[in-house]
């Protein structure tokens, strides 16, 4: 017996409870979705070593001897943004399945167990429903880059300054002098002079995207606070 077009679209629109069938799948899904969350949390694992890898093998060689050259230390700083940078495109992944699953937490887990009603009437499972039929990135690159900058990269960035200017100041002899530490940091035509400025906008460049992010989602966490959240991200 087919049932009328009119009286399942009533059926949808009211319903009040999922059935067993349903909460099992459901179940299946946030096991699938903290699966996902945590291998992609593993890649950003991954990246972050090759980062420290990387920063570590060029203070091996700038200080391996007193006539070794800083220049290490200033190359290794282009891998470690290319670093940050896939790391953050793997943030922007890793976000959509965490914030899956901890939507699934918050919206049907939480109110199972505490009064075991679903609260179907918010809407929270449309709102999941339409991140599957069209999914998008919760979080803008900008977001992902200063989110990852704050939790890891910033002391990569201190550590490989810090060791720069320890290069310039203290090895092989301390400096006497900012023009003879200057003479240290000179990469050919390039005077150690320009080097030194560029590392610093460059240091204060990303601790600022650090901050401006961590700012933003201050933001976002007074927004969700004060108002009832529609929106995953």
Do not use: C
């Not at 009328?4 to 979705?33: C, K, S, W």
């Not at 991954?46 to 200033?74: H, K, M």
């Not at 190359?75 to 943004?81: E, S």
């Amino acid at each position: 017996m087919l049932v009328p077009e009119e009286e399942t679209f009533m059926d949808a629109q009211d319903r009040n409870a999922l059935t067993p069938a349903e909460i099992g799948a459901v179940a299946h899904l946030y096991r699938g979705e903290v699966y996902r969350s945590t291998i992609w949390r593993t890649r950003l694992d991954t990246t972050t070593n090759w980062a420290v890898v990387t920063l570590g093998v060029a203070l091996s060689i700038s200080f391996a001897s007193p006539e070794a050259s800083p220049l290490p230390l200033v190359l290794v700083g282009v891998l470690i943004i290319l670093f940050l940078m896939l790391e953050a495109r793997r943030y922007r992944y890793f976000n959509v399945w965490r914030a899956r699953a901890r939507w699934l937490e918050t919206h049907f887990y939480a109110p199972m167990l505490y009064d075991g009603d679903l609260h179907l009437e918010e809407d929270w499972q449309k709102v999941l429903a339409d991140d599957y039929m069209k999914p998008t990135y919760h979080v803008s690159v900008m977001t992902a880059v200063g989110r990852r900058i704050r939790r890891n990269y910033l002391w990569i960035l201190i550590i490989q300054s810090l060791a720069f200017a320890g290069k310039l100041t203290v090895h092989p002899t301390a400096a006497t002098s900012f023009d003879e530490a200057a003479r240290r940091a000179d990469i050919g035509p390039i005077p150690g002079e320009a080097i030194m400025g560029v590392g610093v906008i460059y240091l204060l460049t990303w601790a600022g995207i650090a901050y401006w992010s961590w700012q933003e989602d201050i933001h976002r966490g007074e927004q969700r606070g004060a108002e009832k959240s529609e929106s995953m991200g």
